[in-house]
T-cell receptor, first 110, second 117 residues
Framework: DAKTTQPPSMDCAEGRAANLPCNHS???????VYWYRQIHSQGPQYIIH???NNETNEMASLIITEDRKSSTLILPHATLRDTAVYYCIVRSGGSYIPTFGRGTSLIVHP | GAGVSQSPRYKVAKRGQDVALRCDPI?????LFWYQQALGQGPEFLTYFQNEAQLDKSGLPSDRFFAERPEGSVSTLKIQRTQQEDSAVYLC???????????????FGPGTRLTVT
């Protein structure tokens, strides 16, 4: 699976959009981009995934660049409850073992 | 609609003791995963079950670690002769589909925090 690079930490004001970047320059054609988050003392929670098209669900939007070497997870109106570690994972569709890395610690402040 | 549950939530063991960690997956979920998460790190894969079959145990760090899922539902992760380096959070996750069915989101439990003294 391709390696990902994320900033170790970010902060965001409550009510503003949080844009979390992820670099995956070695991604191959059959690899998806997945995002999970882990709130303190809880297990990771699936957020969204995509292959090459931008995706949106009730939690977030995922923007993947045309060359697929990077992506951005967007939380459009961050709340205090969005404070968590966000993991960007790249893996092929047939691979069931995600490699989490250290993720980005997002702090949403009032 | 209960989620994945794990017990105990916290476990303190003296070095050399055996421990057993339990995972109750979501009812009907075919796949079950165990992960180990050290402080400040992301979860790392330990082992995978499809129903009662343990199809992958490549992540188990040593032969002191043993996992089972005898009836294809509840799973137990056992660690024998615990060492200090075994201190971590142990996460269980389940998913509806089995292998070869494409990506299906994994639902994680809250984890068991193991501290070996």
């Amino acid at each position: 699976d391709a390696k990902t690079t994320q900033p170790p930490s970010m902060d965001c004001a409550e009510g503003r959009a949080a844009n979390l970047p992820c670099n995956h320059s070695t991604i191959s054609g059959n690899e998806y981009v997945y995002w999970y988050r882990q709130i303190h003392s809880q297990g990771p929670q699936y957020i969204i995934h995509g292959l090459k098209n931008n995706e949106t669900n009730e939690m977030a939007s995922l923007i993947i660049t045309e060359d697929r070497k990077s992506s951005t997870l967007i939380l459009p109106h961050a709340t205090l409850r969005d404070t968590a570690v966000y993991y960007c994972i790249v893996r092929s569709g047939g691979s069931y073992i995600p490699t989490f890395g250290r993720g980005t610690s997002l702090i949403v402040h009032p | 609609g209960a989620g994945v549950s794990q017990s105990p939530r916290y476990k303190v063991a003296k070095r050399g003791q055996d421990v057993a960690l339990r995972c109750d997956p979501i009812s009907g979920h075919v796949s079950l995963f165990w992960y180990q998460q050290a402080l400040g790190q992301g979860p790392e894969f330990l082992t995978y079950f499809q129903n009662e079959a343990q199809l992958d145990k490549s992540g188990l760090p040593s032969d002191r670690f043993f996992a089972e899922r005898p009836e294809g539902s509840v799973s137990t992760l056992k660690i024998q002769r615990t060492q200090q380096e075994d201190s971590a959070v142990y996460l269980c996750a389940s998913s509806l589909a089995g292998l070869g069915q494409g990506f299906v989101e994994q639902y994680f439990g809250p984890g068991t925090r193991l501290t070996v003294t």
